[in-house]
Antibody
Framework: QVQLQESGPGLVKPSETLSLTCTVS????????WSWIRQPAGKGLEWIGR???????NYNPSLKSRVTMSVDTSKNQLSLKLSSVTAADTAVYYC????????????????WGQGTLVTVSS | DIVMTQSPDSLAVTLGERATINCKSS????????????LAWYQQKPGQPPRLLIH???TRESGVPDRFSGSGSGTDFTLTISSLQAEDVAVYYC?????????FGQGTKVEIK
């Protein structure tokens, strides 16, 4: 069964770039769409964007100007970069896998990492 | 963007009684070409990531107890827990995947009365 593990600095200074990695184990990273979702403490879920292993990506318009996602298939890893962070970017960040079968890809999220808390503070 | 709105924000239910959560989308998530509603439900317990319960508005994931059921079509959906158990205490979210960006409701907290 595929497992996802997020990693990265837990503390980022305002105006700097948040960088996270998601390591996929127990299965191939290929032929799936991978998304990042975040959740501020005590609040709801916000989709950040998705990336296919070909390198194509789609981002939430609310964050598009600050987000970059990439994939390293040789390492079975995904990465997320969010630039010019503020306190509003403080959240638990989840790496998730969408659903794919012969009929297509669907953005329901069946596999989640445990999440990593990122705090933006000086 | 499609906006998802859940009601109520919280509810307290007696053990063994029914819990009902509503979810409304700002536009239809029914895809006419396949007659499927692009709506999922999740359960999130404290300190854990969300767990997918239902997709296509009413299809339960493997391993999800049959006391959980989803219904509705178009813009109005319901998650029902037919007989609330102690382990069902959680926050529940609906989510549309009809269009990008996929969007979640604000969550409904279910507690024991």
């Amino acid at each position: 069964q595929v497992q996802l593990q997020e990693s990265g600095p837990g503390l980022v200074k305002p105006s700097e770039t948040l960088s996270l990695t998601c390591t996929v184990s127990g299965g191939s990273i290929s032929s799936y769409y991978w998304s990042w979702i975040r959740q501020p403490a005590g609040k709801g879920l916000e989709w950040i964007g998705r990336m296919y292993t070909s390198g194509s990506a789609n981002y939430n318009p609310s964050l598009k100007s600050r987000v970059t996602m990439s994939v390293d298939t040789s390492k079975n890893q995904l990465s997320l970069k969010l630039s010019s962070v503020t306190a509003a970017d403080t959240a638990v960040y989840y790496c998730v896998r969408g659903y794919y079968d012969s009929s297509g890809y669907y953005d329901w999220f069946e596999t989640w990492g445990q999440g990593t808390l990122v705090t933006v503070s000086s | 963007d499609i906006v998802m709105t859940q009601s109520p924000d919280s509810l307290a239910v007696t053990l063994g009684e029914r819990a009902t959560i509503n979810c409304k989308s700002s536009q239809s998530v029914l895809y006419n070409s396949n007659n499927k509603n692009y709506l999922a439900w999740y359960q999130q317990k404290p300190g854990q990531p969300p767990r997918l319960l239902i997709h296509w508005a009413s299809t339960r994931e493997s391993g999800v107890p049959d006391r959980f059921s989803g219904s509705g079509s178009g813009t109005d959906f319901t998650l029902t827990i037919s007989s609330l158990q102690a382990e069902d205490v959680a926050v529940y979210y609906c989510q549309q995947y009809y269009s990008t960006p996929p969007a979640f409701g604000q969550g409904t907290k279910v507690e024991i009365k």
